[in-house]
């Protein structure tokens, strides 16, 4: 959500609600003041009733804010299996040529569009090595 500040790493695998916290005070019918531990002492304690979520559990389940969290070292390449369609979109003065990838553990739908030349670059394994006439060899 646009101006929602979400605690830790950002993106889809952030955690949705930390804590259990106690509730200190109730502000008044919507608004709640919760003890936070030293390490959010940034954010301000008191939260809408929307942000809070009702816990009843076992204390023993109960994880540190420490623990939670994702490694930084880890990390995820998209390898390309097959390239599906080659476009030239062409501009006013120069060709762009794109190619349609096919990446590892997607589906055909998911495909995506790439720049040749950075497909060159980085996968020259996929692209059979060319012979050109004005380079001077010679082929059979």
């Known amino acids: 959500m646009k101006g929602v500040m979400r605690f830790g790493k ?14 200190s005070r109730k502000i008044d019918d ?13 954010f301000h304690p ?6 809070l979520k009702k816990c009843i559990g076992d204390s023993s389940l109960i994880l540190p804010t420490k623990n939670i969290g994702i490694k930084d070292i880890l990390f995820y390449e998209e390898i390309p299996v097959q390239i599906l369609n080659r476009q030239v979109h062409k501009l006013r003065t120069k060709e762009i040529a794109s190619f349609k990838v096919l990446w590892r553990n997607q589906f055909v ?3 995506t569009c790439e720049a040749e030349e950075d497909m060159q670059k980085r996968y ?5 090595s060319r012979e050109f006439p004005d380079q ?3 082929s059979l």
Do not use: C, D, Q
């Open 109 to 111: 739908k998911e495909s």
């Open 10 to 23: 950002k993106g889809k695998l952030s955690p949705r609600y930390i804590g259990p916290y106690r509730i």
């Open 136 to 138: 001077g060899t010679n």
């Open 30 to 42: 919507v608004a709640y003041g919760l003890e936070l531990p030293s390490e959010l002492a940034a």
């Open 124 to 128: 020259s394994h996929l692209f059979p």
């Open 46 to 51: 008191v939260f809408h009733i929307s942000m």
